[in-house]
């Protein structure tokens, strides 16, 4: 009776700790956590495609091509999300699609935003003609539709992996660089900053341990900024067929092949689109939540 009694205790003061822990965690509102819910979906679908996938992408089965998803009339409970015009698993194909989607958005987001920061850095150190040339670059390609510069690189050099890995990599990259500029320049004039050149610190070691850090916060607002515009941007090339091209597949050649089809297969159109328009949903709003904890100027 007494060792029920000291089990039955443990295990109320084990809950109590498990409660303890979650009134700890950060009370946000439904709608932040359900996107992060859906982000961190489309994470593990990115790294664990290939064993999330009933059938390959690229199996083919004419005898059962633009098969409905198991919701409608005439579908085949083997295929959930139906079948395109070759009778390949549309889900399967999603999967696939969403894993190259948003790989392809996330290294472009980070190649860019590791350009921009560097040379913002160069930028803000060496001001003069360095900082002259820098900001020119960043003007002119604000000023310039980073897409149709876009389809003019592949008008002229020609659809090849190398070139739209590039473009996915330098979209974007003159928001970060005029950030950073602006931050290290006034950075720069703050007393941490100064207390370290006074000490003699060489400027690379001010700039990673001290500057750094300090104008980390705003860099990672625009980067959940610009990775939803990266995803648009690789869905719309690929939509024009001027992105991934067969075998492979993404978001937006799915739509791409399926338009043909919104009469009599309207799912092999809207059931990418729609995770096109979740993805870019849910990133904007956790960033727009990101940038609410992070900024001090908007915190109550």
């Not at 850095?121 to 003609?129: E, L, P, S």
């Not at 002259?132 to 050099?157: G, K, N, R, W």
């Not at 992105?243 to 089809?261: A, V």
Request: aromatic share 10%; net charge neutral; proline share 6%.
């Amino acid at each position: 009776m007494e060792q029920l009694s000291t089990t039955t205790t443990t295990t109320r003061f084990q809950l109590l700790n498990i409660s303890r822990y979650f009134n700890k965690l950060p009370r946000l509102p439904f709608i932040i956590w359900l996107c992060s819910t859906f982000l961190l979906i489309v994470a593990i679908v990115t790294l664990f495609g290939p064993l999330l996938m009933p059938y390959s992408y690229e199996q083919i089965d004419l005898l059962a091509r633009l098969a409905p998803p198991v919701l409608l009339e005439g579908a085949n409970p083997e295929h959930l999300l139906g079948t395109d015009k070759l009778g390949r698993d549309t889900l399967s194909r999603l999967i696939v699609a969403t894993r190259t989607s948003a790989a392809l958005a996330l290294l472009g987001t980070i190649f860019g935003a590791i350009l921009g920061i560097v040379l913002g850095f160069v930028a803000a150190h060496h001001r003069g003609a360095t900082d002259e040339v820098i900001s020119t670059l960043i003007d002119f390609q604000a000023a310039m539709p980073y897409f149709i510069i876009a389809l003019a690189i592949l008008a002229f050099m020609g659809n090849s992996m190398v070139v739209f890995l590039t473009l996915m990599g330098l979209y974007g990259w003159e928001k970060y660089a005029r950030i950073t500029r602006g931050l290290v320049l006034s950075a720069k004039e703050h007393g941490y900053a100064l207390a370290q050149k006074a000490l003699g610190a060489p400027p690379g070691r001010t700039y990673l341990r001290h500057i750094f850090p300090n104008i980390l916060s705003p860099l990672i607002v625009q980067m959940t900024i610009n990775l939803p515009e990266t995803i648009l941007f690789e869905t719309s090339l690929s939509f024009l067929g001027l992105g991934i091209r067969p075998p492979m597949t993404s978001l937006g050649q799915m739509i791409g092949e399926g338009r043909d089809y919104l009469v009599s297969a309207w799912w092999l159109a809207v059931v990418p689109g729609s995770v096109i328009f979740l993805t870019t949903l849910s990133v904007s709003i956790v960033g727009d939540a990101i940038r609410s904890r992070l900024d001090p100027a908007l915190q109550d």
